[in-house]
């Protein structure tokens, strides 16, 4: 009898073992090799301060109620509340200690399109990764060059404050099994080269869906409400729609739609309010051609 017991103990602590090893591999971060972020050459600095604008890295990383040149000091330390804790925003200016000035194209690189932290770490999906993850090598070569043009900061941000468990950073690596991927957010068929244009910016860089897409109880976005808005993620208020069906953007014109990006003003001359305002700032760096091909994709997004 105490043979069996054993036996059966035995093969229940083996099963465990494999289940914990089964879990640990589907969890564990997954950068890119090193050789991914190889031989990309120098950076196009005019090119990645396009991408600097289209990813509204100003808008979250700058200092509260920064303008002017005050808007390229990556000083981080912003509050960012949500249902599962407080996030506090990086610094992410060229400082070497304080900063990611020691960083490397290749854990930039891994940050920005993989979630992965520069010491190996899942980084928490506060930072729009999954979005990010979009953009071509190229993009992230640029972007990196960038950044480190721009100003040091020696400002240190606090931890983030999360309770248990959602300080189990191991636990992001389910989270990224469940929601992470690099597919286009929707299948448009036939789109045009400008549409196409227009996804990559919404889908990517904009990460546009990061507030304008509802969310279920986890963080991921809900299947099948792709830019329908939602409750503000941030807690207050509510993000409107933004696809081909709904209410008020749904009656504008590609060129109204681009204009809003442009100036802040809606087409009956009211203006952009609440947390699009710095959106729509950053927004207003990028060529007419691109807000016209992000206004041509929300067109053709379908609604729900």
Known sequence: MASTIAKIVS??????????????????PDPQPEGHWADLGSPDLAHGEQVFWAGGCAGCHAAAGAEGDALKIMSGGRALPSDFGTFHIPNISPDPQAGIGSWTLAQFGNAMTRGVGPNGEHLYPSFPYGSYARLSRTDVNDLFGYLKTLPKS?????????????????????????YFNDAPRVTLVDASDQVKRGQYLVEGPGHCGECHTPRDALGGFKAGDWLAGGPNPEGDGRIPGINSTSEGISTWSTDEIATYLETGFTPNFDSVGGSMVEVQKNLSHLPRSDLEAIAAYLQAVPGT
């Open 154 to 178: 020696g400002n240190v941000a606090p931890a983030h404050e999360l309770p248990f468990p959602f300080n189990i950073r191991l636990a992001i690596g389910g989270w990224k099994w469940l």
């Open 11 to 28: 093969a229940a602590l083996v099963l465990a073992a494999v289940v914990a090893g089964g879990a640990y591999i589907l969890t564990v």
